[in-house]
């Protein structure tokens, strides 16, 4: 028995199994994957190189050349809308003005509209509404 200076005891007869790993396999395995991916890299990107110019080709065209003149035409109502949030607070806004002013709902027939606060007044005053009271009927 050999006292080997970095690790202690060594034995002969004990050792690796120098055939068990092909290190020059290996090597050519991961060269060859390399390759491989290298050729793969170059194929996809002339397809798309291909792809591109043809899709150019395609877009130099007009996809609808019977509608070649309709560039100006608009779909019909109700558009969608472009700025909704501009929308809601005009919306809002001609609400609110509506509510805290008077005016005519129809001149005719004299009905007007008046703001709400003067609203809930009127109705706190008079009170709502009801029914005309009437015998109840039974219904055979």
């Given at each position: ?12 007869d004990?050792?690796?199994?120098a ?8 090597v ?12 793969i ?44 949030r ?8 001609s ?12 001149r005719?027939a004299?009905?007007?509209h ?5 609203a809930i ?10 029914r005309p ?8």
């Open positions: 028995m050999a006292q080997h200076a970095a690790h202690g005891p060594h034995h002969d004990v050792g690796h199994e055939s068990d790993v092909n290190v020059r396999g290996i050519q395995f991961g060269v060859g994957l390399l390759v491989l991916g290298a050729v890299y170059l194929v996809v990107w002339v397809f798309f190189g291909f792809l591109s110019g043809r899709a150019s080709r395609a877009s130099e065209q007009l996809a609808y050349p019977l509608a070649a003149g309709q560039e100006d035409r608009v779909p019909p109502e109700p558009r969608l809308q472009t700025n909704p501009a929308d809601f607070r005009e919306l809002r806004e609400e609110d003005k509506r509510l805290d002013s008077y005016g005519w709902v129809d005719n004299g009905i007007v008046i703001p709400i606060e003067d007044k009127l109705t706190l005053q008079r009170g709502l509404p009801s009271a009437t015998e109840q009927q039974v219904v055979k």
